[in-house]
């Protein structure tokens, strides 16, 4: 792409030393030691970087042009814009030719459940013989058999998105789904993304940190739904408090679709049941009933089914079929996955207070009457504090025994956060602190029972472990595995 087709198809407030606009760009950079000759450069604003303090280092590896918020004291082109984080998506997706206009795309939004919805609405494609990409926490894959690629974001930044789409389309695949964080939303990371229709899980505590207030979270989330036009779809979660203000954004030009358990929807599950085995219930679509038995466990799977479930209904597939081959499929990585049994435990990235009471629950339904449930968990650093007394309060009220221990403390002295967390429980009578996570797995095999459910929760998939001055290795899967079979 040249100069002049980028300055003429992009918003900005003036040029600076801009003499040769015949000069071809050939990529997109933000990170000056990545830049590459002949990039654009672009100096985002973020919460810690000012990117603008790199702007002479990308034009000493080579960058043909930097786009700013400000004139810089630099003898290099430079496009001044308003706002860098809302440029880099207009750029990247004129780049990239608009790649998702050609694609298919749904957008999985909530505070859980996105991975595992993405992964079984990919499955009902494959199953309707359609290829269909998936973008996420996981990484990314063009298909159900590809391994995953790593991403460094639950959605990737616009130029790293729009070059996936564009290969998406390259391989001759039509339909993506992914998830859209609230962080991408608000950083502007999938503007000028062409989503055909948008799914949401639910809306609970996470990220204050960040958004500091539910009503700007739940704003955050709502940009997906505001920007369907007519001829999408979305699918809402009719049993979320929120449910409502999600439908009141979406325009009645927009096909509509809830599911839920408790409230009336288009797509409703009664008669819900759990076992070791899985969950089962009826599912009413449109006045038909359909009997359904997972592998999956837990309310919340029952949740991210019928969430699939719906989505199959406003893509037109058929309804039978598509239970069919949900009923078929195990859990998603690190998702509530049993790695051992005698006793039984559960790695599950719950790391919200809604995501553990969920999880505790599920363990619950299925511990025998004479086991015990025992739950590992622990905070992240640099992340909303307020959340950590209330997933004390939640784990001492079902859980038979706590060991509170470090998650990722990122800066944070790892003791303040256990300390955030104590300060939920009522009582620590049944409380072990222990801020290393590998003895604190060794502490549950100490007292587990070959009829308990051992929870291990925040990590999941993860398989890293974030210190103050060292990211290191460290599996839940692995280590549980690695003790509780020694």
Request: charged share 25%; hydrophobic share 40%; glycine share 6%.
């Amino acid at each position: 792409m040249r100069l002049q087709t980028l300055v003429d198809n992009i918003s900005y407030i003036e040029l600076v030393n801009m003499e040769d606009l015949s000069e071809e760009v050939k990529g997109i950079s933000y990170n000056s030691k990545k830049t590459q000759p002949n990039d654009i450069f672009i100096c985002l604003t973020g919460e810690h970087v000012d990117g603008h303090e790199y702007a002479e280092e990308a034009a000493a590896n080579g960058a043909a042009v930097c786009v700013v918020e400000r004139r810089l004291n630099l003898d290099i082109p430079q496009i001044v814009v308003s706002d860098t984080t809302e440029s880099i998506a207009q750029i990247a997706d004129l780049f990239y030719s608009s790649p998702s206009q050609k694609l298919n795309i749904i957008g999985v939004t909530g505070t859980n459940g996105k991975t595992t919805v993405t992964h079984l609405i990919q499955k009902l494609f494959e199953a309707n013989n359609q290829d269909c990409a998936l973008i996420g926490t996981l990484g990314h894959k063009f298909f159900s058999g590809d391994t995953y690629h790593d991403a460094k974001h639950t959605t990737p930044q616009a130029p790293e998105l729009q070059k996936l789409f564009y290969e998406v389309n390259e391989k001759c695949i039509k339909n993506v789904v992914m998830e859209v964080s609230s962080h991408a939303l608000a950083q502007h990371r999938v503007d000028y993304c062409d989503f055909n229709g948008a799914v949401f899980t639910n809306l609970t505590q996470d990220h204050l940190d960040f958004h500091i207030t539910m009503n700007n979270y739940f704003k955050a989330k709502a940009l997906l739904f505001e920007r369907l036009v007519a001829g999408d779809f979305a699918v809402i979660n009719a049993d979320d408090e929120y449910a409502a203000r999600f439908m009141e954004v979406v325009s009645p030009t927009v096909s509509l679709y809830t599911y839920g358990i408790k409230m009336a929807a288009d797509v409703r599950a009664k008669d819900v049941l759990f076992n070791h085995d899985g969950a089962s219930f009826t599912c009413c679509v449109k006045g038909n009933e359909y009997k359904v038995k997972l592998k999956m466990n837990g309310m919340f799977s029952a949740y991210n089914v019928l969430a699939a479930i719906t989505a199959a209904l406003a893509l037109g597939f058929d309804i039978e079929k598509s239970i069919k081959t949900l009923e078929t499929l195990g859990g998603v990585a690190g998702r509530f996955e049993v790695v051992l049994n005698k006793p039984t435990v559960i790695v599950d990235y719950a790391h919200t207070p809604d995501g553990l009471e969920n999880v505790l629950k599920a363990a619950r339904d299925i511990k025998p009457s004479d086991g015990k449930l025992i739950c590992i968990f622990g905070c992240g650093g640099d992340r909303d504090a307020t959340k950590r007394p209330k997933m004390g309060r939640i784990a001492e009220e079902l859980a038979d025994k706590v060991i509170v221990t470090s998650d990722n403390p990122r800066s944070e002295d790892p003791q303040q956060i256990i300390t955030d967390i104590l300060a939920g429980f009522k009582s620590v009578n049944n409380v072990i602190v222990e801020p290393d996570r590998e003895l604190a797995i060794k502490e549950a095999k100490k007292i587990a029972a070959a009829n308990d459910v051992v929870l291990v929760a925040g990590k999941g998939h993860e398989d890293y472990q974030i210190l103050a001055n060292e990211t290191i290795h460290f599996d839940d899967r692995e280590k549980v595995k690695e003790i509780f079979g020694a």
